[in-house]
């Protein structure tokens, strides 16, 4: 466990004014956010929360987090090998329940997914369809 000034680069925390912090996710490239590979629709790129300090942070089973008083944060990339969606969500859900469940806030609030092409196929087959099988395997 490291100390809140040793932080995984990746989850994008950065001082906020008030002794808070503020967690940023951007989806244009940026060495402060963790980015997303999607192109920008409309709105604002970055989206940021703040919240009270960060008292410790770390990196389980390739999930950075960091928690704070009142909540957690955290943040993995998953490789999809061989356009297997559905063996990258199952293992992208079960690294971030194994880094959540035993801390003090192991519910899931909001979740960012993002894999490219999600809507390609047809049926059974259709990616996003293959994604929703594989997050179900890995929350059961």
């Not at 899931?108 to 490219?116: G, K, M, S, T, V």
Request: glycine content about 8%; overall charge negative; hydrophobic content about 45%.
């Amino acid at each position: 466990m490291s100390t809140p000034t040793d932080l995984p680069p990746r989850l994008g925390v950065v001082p906020a004014e008030a002794g808070g912090a503020l967690l940023r996710f951007r989806f244009l490239p940026d060495a402060n956010a963790l980015a997303v590979p999607c192109r920008h629709l409309a709105g604002p790129a970055t989206e940021s929360w703040v919240a009270d300090a960060v008292q410790e942070s770390g990196e389980t089973v390739g999930a950075a987090w960091a928690h704070g008083r009142h909540y957690a944060m955290a943040a993995l990339t998953v490789d999809e090998h061989e356009g297997d969606i559905e063996a990258a969500a199952r293992c992208a859900y079960e690294r971030l329940l194994t880094a959540v469940r035993p801390s003090a806030h192991p519910y899931l609030l909001r979740i960012w997914n993002y894999f490219a092409r999600i809507n390609d196929g047809e049926g059974d087959a259709e990616r996003y369809r293959r994604f929703c099988v594989g997050r179900a395997a890995a929350v059961d």
